[in-house]
């Protein structure tokens, strides 16, 4: 008997119906094939390239322009659906995608990740790194933001509104502040117990949310685009997405995705949110739930952690709702990291949306104040500012590293715990000291390697785990025109991370010369841990045996039937927990024949 179930499809309220019969059109993306074949309404699409001819065929069907997105070389456009062939036919136009809708993804944090000791020990607090926040807005007036001693510190450094066009700082939704408190807020209406990871960073705010929580992949691609024309200026070094959009396609040719990747090619870091997808309504555990941009390698991908209400890391567990990988379409290794997202206390804005819907969790803070400041949100969208804060630190304490070499650092130093598999933790929790002590030490790698029993003491490249090896600078893992995940750098040189270690190397005192720790490291070096995929056939090798993995199975059953997570009645899961979502599996037993699900 075969049961379905729901899987993963978009993370915003509205149907996405199940592709049947609609017209082959491969320059169209799976929405808008759907789209297609309507004989009524209008779409927001994206359409690449940006070209004169190409404007003049959109409005020569009926479209209306939007704004330019040369990041990516594209045009944004609202179009009769009836013209969506004749656009798919034409040779002038390369791509054209739906312009799809996107929502914000919802005192102990800074001590548990070490981030406090950071402050106190090392004196980095991300002072002169630009952080983009791309969200709902900004409270800029908030006490959190500012400093009544020297006004002019105050964090916000720009604001630009890509939803209402206003000029001033605003924040309808409250969405993008309590993001960038989690990041930058001073903790001045709590005495400093509720400050930001990095409160000495400049924060370089980009609205693209509206004042429900939406908006469209447009604003987002826009809001890139002012990254990377104003990175100099302001030194922007990383960008935070507490924002996931759903997955239709690989992320080789989402256009989101790829406007992400212009980003970290111009040596800024991208952080995003991996999804609130990771249990069913029913509390089911789910797998392949992760959200876009989160799905692409070159991204910092965060899923969530609770701190469980203490300092002490032995009782974090990973948040039951965090997405799990892997990827849809390009069954990638994701999150890569975990970090606190549950009952996060970060500011408020007074009679924005999220303080009246939840003002059950607005928190006052120990000074007088003509509101609550604080309000504690749940999710993933919480965990990516802690973690883009942390990068802030370690990028004052290194501003010469690459998003690559961040990533690497982060991962490597990150905490794993039993009981997690990679695709549930990615590296592991993160340990924000531990990421600063390696970003100094590849600063300077003249003194001893920084060590600890709990680093992961792993990176996770693409879809292989390699142990066995330390990180090293200089290598051309961390070149800019390194893809995360390639096994070779744009010139064809085979990818080395640092130095491999036997019992005798890597001290620098005794053995010999310690070898390349490369992308072909032997079984050994690479723990023999295969993820990825092999003649169409996906293999998820766990070694993990016993009671870890109890109750999972990592395999597959055809060339195009992947089986990548089930419980103990044999259900497979993928996705979101919403009734409107595509279907993805079934409960079957052994006697389910070979189906294709919606891949």
Known sequence: ??????????????????????????????????????????????VQPLDTGVDVLLQSVGGTLGRALPIIDAR??????VALPTLAGSALVQRLALDRKTLGLMERTGPTIGATAVRQTLGYDGTGIGVAVIDSGITAWHDDLTDAAAPASQRVARFVDFVGGQTYPYDDYGHGTHVAGIIAGNGYDSSGARSGVAPGANLVVLKALDGSGSGRISDLIAALNYVVDHQGELNIRVVNLSIGAGVYESYNSDVLAQATRRVV??????????????????GQTQYGGITSPGNAPWVLTVGAASHMGTIDRADDVVASFSSRGPTRYDDAAKPDVVAPGVGIESLSVPNSQ????????????????AFPPYLSLTGTSMATPVVTGTVALMLQANPALTPNAVKAIVQYTAQPYAGYDALTEGAGFLDAAGAVALAQYFANPTGAFPSAATWSAQIIWGNQRVRGGRPMPGTNAWRLDTTWGAARTASGATVVWGVECTTSSCDGNRGPPPAAWGATCSDATCNSVTWGNDSNNVVWAQQCGGSDCSGQTWSTGDSQTVVWGTSADQTVVWGTSDSETVVWGTSCGHDCDPVIWNR
């Open 265 to 282: 090619e111009q040596g800024v870091v991208v952080v995003s949110a991996a999804g609130n997808n990771g249990h069913t309504s029913s």
């Open 1 to 46: 008997m075969r049961r379905r179930v729901t899987g993963f499809a978009l993370v915003i309220a509205g149907v996405v119906p199940t592709i049947g019969h609609a017209q082959t059109l491969p320059k169209l993306d799976i929405p808008l094939t759907y789209r297609a074949t309507l004989l009524t309404g209008r779409s927001p699409v994206i």
């Open 354 to 369: 999220l303080s009246s819907t939840y003002s059950a969790y607005l928190l006052n803070g120990t000074i007088a104040t």
């Open 76 to 81: 944004v456009a609202v179009v009769p659906n």
